[in-house]
């Protein structure tokens, strides 16, 4: 089977998934929104076939999520935003963390997949939350002030990404190795002919 063969199963393995992940995960609701289980794959995608690949895992991570309803909230605000702001972040985060992967993994093969597993998660909390700040900002005041908390900030870090973010990354580092197995396991795999 030729390399590109592998990859073109490799991913479409990847992205089935990601879907499947991040649909049962839309079920699973830690506050308003739901937490993200596929970034494990989009790291293992973005270190097996390159950064496009984990950009291409993420943008699908971020079609998912628009379909799922999980961005319904925002749908009904600014759709353009949401979906501007859903897909970047998916986008960004796979796309991010192959970079960081190709830059460390040639020193540590582990410490490549752990920065990863940290970097995903931080790119998407973080992009999500960019995306608050320019597209949403009056209405999570609204949600802020109806919350009780004078600080829209700590609103959305404690109201919206706090929790999500912190299981997304457990999830990531908790995984670490067992992605780093995977991923020297499919690297032999994609070089043996």
Known sequence: MKTNTKKIVGLGVLTAIVVVLQFFASQIKLGPFSITLCLAPIVVGAALYGKWSG??????????????????????????????????????????????????????????????????????????????????????????????????GTYMITGLVGVNFVVELAVNLVLATAIERIIRVGQKTIKAK
């Open 55 to 152: 950009a291409w895992l993420g943008a699908v991570f971020g079609v998912t999520v628009l379909i799922s309803g999980d961005a319904a909230a925002f749908l009904t605000i600014n759709p353009a935003g949401t979906v501007v702001t859903v897909l970047l972040k998916g986008l960004l985060a796979g796309l991010v963390t192959g970079v960081i992967y190709e830059l460390i993994e040639k020193k540590s093969k582990i410490g490549a997949v752990i920065t990863a597993g940290v970097v995903t998660p931080v790119v998407n909390t973080g992009i999500f939350l960019v995306g608050c700040l320019l597209f949403f900002m009056d209405t999570i005041e609204g949600w802020a002030a109806a919350a009780g908390m004078e600080s829209v």
